[in-house]
């Protein structure tokens, strides 16, 4: 189901997607070797709280954290836990909110300390992809023109597209309608509206896009141990283009 909403609600959302930036931008500063993932869920924790935000995602289908940190070749869903961060290492944040009945989520990749060049062009790559999405979000376009956006220039940079996940409406709920494939051709699915919210999230591997869940059920990683880099934002619809709900 497609729910647009009004300008008063999108103002409403865009309060919880500036906690969220704020949170992932407190968090991305303290990336460094040492510090274990259920350090930064406590700390993102702590900061939405601080704002008088709910965390989004902690109790949600029963996930236990408020923070979703995904290492290396896990892809999305990853558990907070008291491993170190090593150089080398990248790390995905994704990371919700609900303020006064409304959502917002976000997701960015950072760099533990130095890494390969190569694993820096994955994580630009991906972030680039989400701009053109973001770009392609426009009154008049198609669903899949978000999805194609994503997939032409990420498979033209020799990286691919994962499947079994994918970006989705928002609003009163974290997941509404319609799911926002990261691949697909251009010109189908429904037009897009103005009073249209997507969360739009490219999952982009550096090798094959097969992906499986760990014994948690929850962690999903690449079937070839390849990295993997995740970027989100919240994009409201709008007659004058797209609007990132999620930045400062």
Aim: net charge negative; charged share 25%.
């Amino acid at each position: 189901m497609i729910i647009l909403k009004s300008p008063r609600e999108i103002e409403k959302m865009r309060v919880s997607g500036r906690i969220v930036a704020e949170v992932l931008g407190i968090l991305k500063a303290r990336i460094r070797p040492g510090i274990t993932t259920l350090e930064l869920n406590e700390l993102a924790e702590a900061e939405a709280r601080r704002r008088k935000a709910r965390p989004a995602f902690k109790g949600y289908n029963g996930f236990p954290y408020s923070l979703c940190c995904s290492v290396n070749e896990q892809v999305v869903h990853g558990m907070p836990n008291s491993r170190e961060l090593v150089e080398g290492d990248i790390i995905s944040l994704d990371f919700g909110v609900v303020v006064d009945g409304f959502y917002g989520d976000a997701a960015i990749t950072v760099p533990v300390g130095s890494v390969r060049p190569a694993v820096l062009d994955l994580l630009a790559v991906t972030e680039e992809s989400l701009q053109r999405a973001v770009e392609a979000s426009v009154v008049g376009n198609r669903l899949s023109d978000i999805s194609h956006a994503v997939q032409s220039y990420v498979e033209a940079r020799g990286y691919s597209v994962v499947r079994e996940f994918v970006g989705h409406g928002i609003g009163k709920n974290l997941h509404e309608g319609p799911q926002v494939p990261n691949f697909g051709e251009p010109g189908r699915g429904v037009k897009l509206k103005a009073g249209m919210v997507l969360a739009i999230e490219p999952m982009i591997n550096e090798k094959g896009h097969h992906v499986t869940i760990l014994s948690d059920g929850w962690t999903a990683v690449t079937c070839d141990k390849g990295m993997s880099a995740h970027f989100e934002h919240t994009v409201a619809i709008t007659e004058n283009g797209p609007d990132i709900l999620s930045k400062l």
